[in-house]
């Protein structure tokens, strides 16, 4: 009697289709779990490791099953891990976007924490583990707080679907495409930073012009001594002023993540 074949036991024989169909909602898994891992979007939630991992793959498989199933998706084992590193390679530079856009919200609130003296103050950032000073952990969950508000959360999703267009799940693609937007977004980086702070870091330094204008004409003060207080009320009701004016620095902030994926995806188009 002849041998059972081996062949016949291959995933494409035994179930075809449904190899391809887990294959590309895999590879798309990994492309979305790269994009928020890069990103202080999820980790700005108190969740559980494992309830990220069921979010991912949720969100993976409601986005997947609205695109459609791309040839050759599936071609063995070596072509698949191959494709699995392109895919986590394109979500980290995808996330990449979303980080350097929300490290504007962390350049202010370190600009603003040593104008104010609270720089020794620090909390353990929950996005990168670290020790952070005071108001600038209060920018980043600020900054992920309004982002849900106005639906960036929305935006970013299509986003990630939209990127399938322009970057099949598991084709090449060169990191040329995404370098030039990439580098023109962290050049505005810290100007967006300081546009965030800049009202209150103005009403700082006309404090400190004060009080070197009372330690000139009375100097038994101890300006150290009464200026680190003096600052520090004068800074927060400055910002609790400039919340209010705050939101069109934030909707440019936001709107780079917009701009830089656009200009990833034109480029894209442009090299093929």
């Not at 979500?91 to 976007?97: C, F, K, N, S, V």
Request: glycine share 10%; with cysteine; aromatic share 10%.
């Amino acid at each position: 009697m002849d041998a059972f074949p081996l062949a016949t036991l291959s995933p494409e024989v035994l179930l075809p289709g449904v190899v391809e169909w887990l294959a590309f909602v895999g590879l798309f898994a990994l492309r979305v779990a790269a994009v928020f891992m890069m990103t202080p979007v999820l980790y700005g939630l108190p969740l559980p490791t494992s309830v990220r991992m069921l979010l991912i793959v949720s969100l993976s498989l409601a986005l997947a099953s609205g695109l459609a199933l791309p040839a050759d998706v599936w071609n063995g084992w070596g072509p698949f891990f191959l494709a699995a590193t392109r895919e986590v390679a394109l979500g980290a530079t995808l996330g990449l976007g979303i980080l350097l856009a929300f490290g504007a919200f962390s350049v202010a609130g370190q600009i603003l924490d040593v104008q104010l003296g609270f720089g020794m103050a620090q909390l353990i950032d929950p996005v990168t583990r670290r020790p952070v000073p005071i108001l600038t952990s209060a920018f980043e969950h600020l900054g992920v707080l309004v982002f849900f508000l106005v639906n960036g959360h929305h935006a970013l999703l299509r986003g990630i679907s939209y990127s399938v267009e322009r970057f099949p799940v598991g084709a090449p693609w060169s990191v040329a495409h995404a370098a030039a937007p990439l580098l023109k977004q962290a050049a505005g980086l810290f100007s967006l930073g300081f546009a965030l702070a800049a009202p209150v870091v103005f009403c700082i330094l006309l404090v400190e012009f004060a009080l070197s204008v009372i330690g000139r004409n009375l100097p038994q003060m101890n300006m150290f001594t009464m200026g680190i207080p003096v600052k520090i009320v004068v800074g927060l009701i400055a910002l609790s002023l400039w919340f209010a004016g705050i939101g069109g620095v934030m909707t440019r902030v936001y709107s780079s993540i917009s701009t830089t994926w656009s200009a990833i995806f034109v480029a894209a188009e442009q090299g093929r």
